[in-house]
């Protein structure tokens, strides 16, 4: 099941940091929070450190951020459909 970023536990980000899994690996696994517009958040070199230790769990975390945008619960609750959609498609395809 696909899931954000910001919503895996440290034991999660733990296991990727020391299976040595490639970033953009990562990056294709897991989606960067709905509300940040960095390019590469989810990228352990370039990315969001906060994010990556964990710091990140609500946009309220994120609004003094470069990276942040605003989104309504329109725009939220469409990403997590997405989301939903893409794990749906992803579960077809194994």
Not at 3 to 12: Q, R, V
Not at 50 to 61: H, M, N, Y
Request: hydrophobic letters at 30%; a neutral charge; charged letters at 25%.
């Amino acid at each position: 099941m696909t899931k954000y970023f910001h919503e895996l536990s440290s034991g999660e980000k733990f296991d990727i940091y020391n299976l040595r899994k490639s970033w953009s690996a990562t990056a294709k696994k897991y989606l960067q929070p709905p509300w940040c517009s960095h390019a590469q958040a989810v990228d352990g070199l370039y990315g969001c450190q906060d994010l990556w230790i964990g710091s990140i769990k609500t946009p309220t975390d994120c609004e003094n951020c470069k990276f942040y945008k605003e989104i309504n619960k329109t725009e939220f609750h469409e990403a997590v459909m997405d989301k939903d959609i893409l794990n749906s498609l992803t579960k077809s395809w194994h």
